[in-house]
């Protein structure tokens, strides 16, 4: 595998279940992204972590849960979701945080919420 | 407030030239991204600004202008799998990685 691989890549669930989105990052890179991305709006970084520990959050709601075990792997975790979530859930990695290195994507999770 | 500002979609011809401008008002500024999305798809690099100027790769070239706060992506002798999704992105002054929301270009034969 190469570059930055997402599974599933395509999750249905109901407002009820739990599910988890799976990112993996073969390029050696010390920090990973989760950005949301809906139809015709900008992308939305939801969460940045930099060596494992999670440098930003920005106000994503607690129904969205991260968790970066190693830097080559990188989780959100997802429970009591709304409609609006809907969205395609895309992964990053890039060199470093807090430069303006290249940011690298996976293809995304295409997530319905039902 | 930050912004980035493209057009929402564009059309062109296979084999001509087209212009995607990009314009951006934001705290500072410390480069520009163009990334391409193919729809399902990841988004990818295609080109990085941060001097003023025109930057040249193959049949892709970006431009940048710092004091008007604009950038174009010229695509030349366009082909049908350039149809995709445009997408700019500023780098403000805290590193923030700003995103417009993309330019969907439509290829016809």
């Known amino acids: 595998e190469t570059g930055v691989t997402q599974t599933p890549r395509h999750l249905v669930m109901g407002m009820t279940n739990k599910k988890s989105l799976k990112c993996e990052q073969h390029l050696g890179h010390n920090a990973m992204y989760w950005y949301k991305q809906s139809a015709k709006k900008p992308l939305e970084l939801m969460f940045v972590?930099?060596?494992?520990?999670?440098?930003e959050n920005n106000s994503v709601p607690s129904r969205f849960s991260p968790e970066c075990p190693n830097s080559s792997h990188l989780f959100l975790h997802l429970h009591t979701l709304q409609p609006e979530d809907s969205a395609l859930y895309l992964c990053?990695?890039?060199?470093?945080?807090?430069?303006?290195?290249?940011?690298?994507f996976g293809p995304g999770t295409r997530l319905t919420v039902l | 407030g930050q912004n980035i500002d493209q057009p929402t979609e564009m059309t062109a011809t296979e084999g001509a030239i087209v212009q995607i401008n990009c314009t951006y008002q934001t705290s500072g500024f410390n480069g520009l991204f163009w990334y391409q999305q193919h729809a399902g798809e990841a988004p990818t690099f295609l080109s990085y600004?941060?001097l003023d100027g025109l930057e040249e790769k193959g049949r892709f070239s970006s431009f940048l202008s710092r004091s008007k706060g604009y950038s174009y992506l010229l695509l030349k002798e366009l082909q049908m799998k350039d149809s995709a999704s445009y997408l700019c992105?500023?780098?403000?002054?805290?590193?923030?990685?700003?995103w417009g929301a993309g330019t969907k270009l439509i290829i016809k034969p």
């Open positions: 972590y930099s060596l494992e520990e999670r440098v």
């Open positions: 992105a500023v780098w403000d002054s805290n590193y923030q990685l700003i």
């Open positions: 600004n941060v």
């Open positions: 990053a990695s890039s060199p470093a945080a807090g430069t303006t290195d290249t940011q690298y």
